[in-house]
């Protein structure tokens, strides 16, 4: 198992399919190569002080240390985003919480929602969100000031 240290590989993986957890988020997308599986670990500044920060993210290695690789899909990068409620929550709980996390992750392999982040939708396919109302044309343009 490698590790992910270029931004081009977080914003790639960031695009992929991610699973919520209360201490991190999960995030994973498949590589088209044959390497390694990859992961990343980020946390962002809001979620303290550099102590903080380096604390959440020593967690977080270590519950992948400590996990067993099966759930881990090969050939697939994953980042670890850590949140504050890293630095309180129960070792154990949070390592159910990863565990829990890749299985949801697993169950949202088969669409290609996995790959590329965005599952087919009928807004896709049609290429709005909303309905748009019916208008009438007054006959003149108002131009803003």
């Given at each position: 198992m490698d590790r992910l240290r270029q931004r081009a590989d977080f914003l790639a993986v960031?695009?992929?399919a991610r699973a919520n957890g209360t201490a991190f988020v999960l995030q994973a997308r498949a590589r088209d190569?044959?390497?390694p599986i990859r992961i990343g670990f980020t946390v962002t500044k809001k979620n303290g002080n550099a102590p903080q920060r380096n604390r959440i993210r020593r967690r977080l290695r270590e519950l992948v240390k400590r996990l067993d690789v099966i759930p881990m899909r090969p050939h697939h990068d994953y980042?670890?985003?850590g949140r504050r409620a890293?630095?309180?929550r129960d070792f154990a709980t949070m390592l159910e919480d990863l565990r829990s996390a890749f299985r949801r992750l697993d169950r949202q392999?088969?669409?290609k929602a996995f790959s590329s982040g965005k599952a087919f939708s009928s807004e896709a396919a049609t290429g709005s969100r909303h309905e748009s109302a019916p208008t009438t044309d007054t006959g003149t343009s108002r131009q803003p000031n």
């Open positions: 960031a695009n992929g190569d044959d390497g980042v670890l985003v890293a630095l309180d392999a088969p669409s």
